[in-house]
């Protein structure tokens, strides 16, 4: 099956520093990644989707300076914590969604997830 | 406005006996449901999916799934649990909100399969 690579699988930082997530489709061209944030014990929750080319479409509360998404490729989007504090320790995910088939009648393909650790 | 219920922080089930996960969904239109399972600090694997076609749907691992609409439930079914299938599981209806689809999940359910 289609594979998503995340990287890197965890991460730990100075509080102030910012950090880059990866998001790789390793087997077929993602026209749509999405970023979730899972806090411990607690469901996904969708920070933002991204289009290749285009600005991120972010939801409603996730600050767009905060978190950087960017998708400059078919195969490739980044997360970027800015000035990480804390509080923004989570494990964060990707996902992508293949190009055939159109919108959402298929599966989605999820990353591996990268466990953030701010100190 | 789409939304998922799993009504179940947890289910405990002995090995070797049948095993449901419920979910149910509010959604206009038909609805789009997926099934999804997390292992400790992994991402999401794909177990199964309804879009249309007959209610019960099979899927990844022995799993299966039964849509019904007049109940608008999605529940997840295995006849014989392993305690490899000890995870969490995620429910999923498809939304569309900002002018894009994407999935809105429900809470997740924990499953305990115990030998």
């Known amino acids: 099956g289609a594979v998503v690579s995340q990287h890197p699988s965890w991460v730990i930082c100075k509080s102030g520093t910012s950090v880059k997530i990866e998001c790789r489709s390793l087997?077929?061209?993602?026209?749509?990644m999405f970023w979730y944030r899972q806090f411990p014990k607690q469901s996904l929750m969708l920070m933002a989707t991204?289009?290749?080319?285009?600005?991120?479409?972010?939801e409603q509360g996730v600050e767009k300076d905060k978190f950087l998404i960017n998708h400059a490729s078919l195969t490739l989007s980044t997360l970027t914590v800015t000035s990480a504090h804390p509080e923004d320790s989570s494990f964060y995910i990707c996902?992508?969604?293949?190009?055939?088939?159109?919108?959402?009648?298929?599966?989605?393909?999820f990353g591996e997830g990268s466990r953030l650790t701010v100190l | 406005a789409q939304s998922v219920a799993q009504p179940e922080d947890q289910v405990n089930v002995a090995e070797g006996n049948p095993l449901t996960v419920k979910c149910t969904y509010s959604?206009?239109?038909?609805?789009?449901l997926f099934w999804y399972v997390q292992y400790p600090n992994r991402g999401l694997q794909f177990l199964l999916k309804?879009?249309?076609?007959?209610?019960l749907v099979k899927g990844s691992y022995g799993f299966e799934a039964e849509f019904n609409k007049s109940q608008t439930s999605f529940h997840l079914k295995k006849p014989s649990a392993l305690v490899s299938d000890s995870a969490l599981y995620f429910c999923?209806?498809?939304?569309?909100?900002?002018?894009?689809?994407?999935?809105?999940f429900g809470a997740g359910t924990r499953l305990a399969v115990h030998p």
């Open positions: 087997d077929f061209q993602a026209t749509t």
């Open positions: 999923a209806v498809r939304g569309f909100s900002g002018g894009y689809n994407k999935l809105i």
């Open positions: 309804y879009i249309t076609g007959d209610n």
């Open positions: 959604v206009s239109g038909n609805p789009y």
């Open positions: 996902s992508a969604m293949g190009l055939a088939g159109g919108g959402l009648t298929g599966e989605l393909f």
């Open positions: 991204s289009n290749e080319g285009s600005k991120a479409t972010y």
